[in-house]
């Protein structure tokens, strides 16, 4: 077979393999050479996700005719200097996009519409429609830019069927604005969807502020600043507190010399940084800008420019490391609100009931058991209960070996359960444990039917993102399974009306926070029944007795118990541990004695 030369139109169709995947690519590649061109103020408007229209409008440097056309011509660029193109130094590029592949690769997927005017000229358009010139004249519109992407991948059908939904397209599209939108604080952004605004801000040299407007209010008054240097490298930005944490690692935004970046080593190190001070399945929240000289990083690894290498990779973690444990010092004995003061009370519902037979064990044959609530007892805020406690009980206990777990002697810390066994002693971890069994009890709720649910008195608003929102909404009814009744409540709030009742008086803001979170991390990955268990567990977490309750005998005992019968009861819904035992034998080691 002899070689040919590819087509124009055919090169350009690869090169759109490379750089436009789907429309948040193409839309980033779009507000990057608006901000390139030293836009103060830059417009988004998308239909259908991003598929059926992308328009892009900035006040800009704007283009000359003669600009226009070389844009839309590959490996054409304005980014990179004369004296940088005879050095071939590309590695000292400062822009955010150099490789002049996105207009002529979109217009070749696309009808893509350019007009531009630079201050003091008439303004021009430009007209390409698949890789097909197929117009252009003058045109009247303030200096700038204006582009518009129409029907993405029409004429490529095998390509636009493998693109997903609108609703998530368009949340790919927001994400991209909003990292876009948070490294660069000094412009100010507007995103419109199908014609209503989903994002607007306003120009403002604080990069804390813009980075609390764009991913949760709350972060201002629960983050510290981040300001730390070494060899060289700048880091700053903002880091929540250890308190302040999600479920999964969507709030996690890392920009390199102004350009967002999704790279590994940078996600480690956060990960490092915060290991000592958050839960395996939590994450933090956090806005991390790295200046680092133009030779020690390659911005140009991948075609989208969303990954980065660096020299010495080394150093940058753990520069990451230090500069974010530094903050965190520095933070003292400051704590998240949330969740607030109510959702911590004390737990108020009734414990399940026991079986007859394990009535008689635990009080004895012919014993009443006595009618135990959680609210009984509750510690007061003004003479706190010490830390370690044991109370005499109000029947006589049973001998240790009538139980595996043992019968329950008191309490350490407010969280751990300290009981003697025939073999030693065991510790539980109140909350891991409880949390394993409200699972199991909602597990089994849901295998028999629905999950009850507890009316809530005043309907609960939970405010969200709006991808959050969208999720909620299209699970509702499998939700509903579970015991949460929700419903929409404009674009970016949802309304509770019901809470499972097995969870009590829990954290509804937070409940429905995390149950999103879970939504955004397995929806699509998992089956009906996979995604409901994620979420149960989510649920019961909140549900549980919290550690910082003080329990009283009795309410230790019917814990062990319940334990005793549950399957899994040995490990929480995390995989970690919710009892240890110290045998007799090691004891003894303890203390010298064999």
């Known amino acids: ?16 393999g490379e750089v436009v995947e789907r429309p948040a690519s193409a839309l980033k590649e779009l507000v990057e050479n608006a901000i390139d061109a030293g836009a103060t103020r830059i417009a988004i408007t998308l239909s259908a996700g991003g598929a059926d229209l992308i328009e892009v409008v900035d006040d800009g440097i704007g283009m000359t005719p003669d600009d226009m056309a ?23 590029v400062e ?22 005017r630079v201050r003091g000229a008439d303004g021009w358009r430009r007209v390409v429609d698949n890789g097909v010139l197929a117009g252009q004249g003058p045109v009247a519109l303030p200096p700038g830019t204006r582009v518009r992407a129409e029907r993405l991948f029409a ?65 201002i008054d629960n983050s510290v600043a981040v300001d730390f240097a070494r060899e060289g490298i700048m880091l700053g930005g903002v880091a929540g507190l250890p308190t302040f944490n999600r479920g999964v690692a969507d709030h996690q935004y890392l920009f390199v010399n102004g350009r967002p970046v999704k790279d590994r080593l940078l996600v480690g190190a956060v990960r490092g940084a915060y290991a000592e ?42 520069l990451i490391v230090s500069g974010l444990r530094h903050a965190l010092d520095g933070a003292g004995h400051r704590s998240a609100p949330r969740p607030d003061p109510a959702a911590m009370a004390a737990w108020t519902r009734e414990l399940a009931p026991v079986a007859p037979s394990l ?3 635990i009080w004895g044959q012919g014993a009443a058991a006595p009618r135990v609530a959680l609210n009984e007892r509750r510690p007061g805020f003004i003479a706190p209960p010490p830390l370690a406690r044991a109370e005499a009980a109000e029947v006589p206990l049973p001998e240790p070996i009538a139980h595996p777990l043992g019968v329950a002697r008191g309490q350490v810390a407010r969280t751990y359960i300290v009981a003697e066994a025939a073999d030693g002693l065991v510790i539980v971890d109140q ?19 629905r999950v009850a649910r507890q009316a809530l008195l005043l309907p609960e608003v939970v405010e969200l993102d709006e991808a959050a929102c969208d999720r909620l909404a299209a699970r509702a009814s499998e939700l509903g399974e579970l015991g949460l009744e929700l419903e929409r409540f404009g674009p970016r709030a949802m309304l509770v009306r019901a809470a499972p009742a097995l969870l009590g008086q829990s954290d509804i803001i937070g409940l429905v926070t995390d149950v999103a979170d879970e939504l955004a991390a397995y929806d699509d990955a998992l089956s009906l029944r996979e995604r ?27 814990l062990l118990r319940e334990m005793e019968v549950t399957p899994h009861s040995g490990q929480c819904n995390h995989g970690r541990p919710t009892w240890i035992k110290l045998a007799h034998g090691d004891i003894e080691k303890l203390f010298g004695r064999k």
């Open 1 to 16: 077979m002899s070689i040919r030369r590819l087509p124009e139109h055919v090169v350009n169709r690869i090169a759109a």
């Open 70 to 92: 070389l844009a839309l011509e590959r490996h054409a660029t304005s980014k990179l200097s004369g004296k940088l193109l005879n050095d071939g130094a590309i590695e000292a």
């Open 95 to 116: 822009t955010l996009g150099f490789r002049g592949e996105a207009l002529p690769s979109i217009a070749s997927v696309a009808r893509l519409t350019l007009e531009s």
């Open 155 to 219: 004429t490529v059908p095998a390509r636009r069927k493998f693109l997903r939904s609108a609703r998530s397209e368009y949340a790919a599209c927001l994400d991209v604005v909003r990292r876009l939108a948070m490294a660069r604080p000094d412009i100010a952004f507007e995103l419109s969807h199908d014609g209503r605004v989903a994002l607007r801000v306003q120009a403002d040299a604080d990069h804390p502020g813009r980075v609390a407007a764009l991913t949760d209010r709350a972060l």
């Open 277 to 318: 001070m958050l839960a395996r399945d939590r994450h933090a929240v956090v806005a991390l800008f790295l200046d680092v000289p133009p030779d020690q990083v390659d911005v140009n690894v991948h075609p989208a420019k969303t990954e980065v290498r660096f020299r010495d990779p080394a150093l940058v973690r753990g």
């Open 359 to 361: 009535q008689a064990d």
């Open 431 to 449: 909350h891991a444990a409880h949390e394993r069994l409200v699972l199991e009890r909602m597990r089994r709720a849901l295998a028999g039917g």
């Open 532 to 558: 409901l268990d994620h979420v149960a567990a989510t649920m019961a977490c909140h549900g549980s007795v919290r550690a910082g309750r003080v329990l009283s005998v009795a309410e230790m005992n019917a």
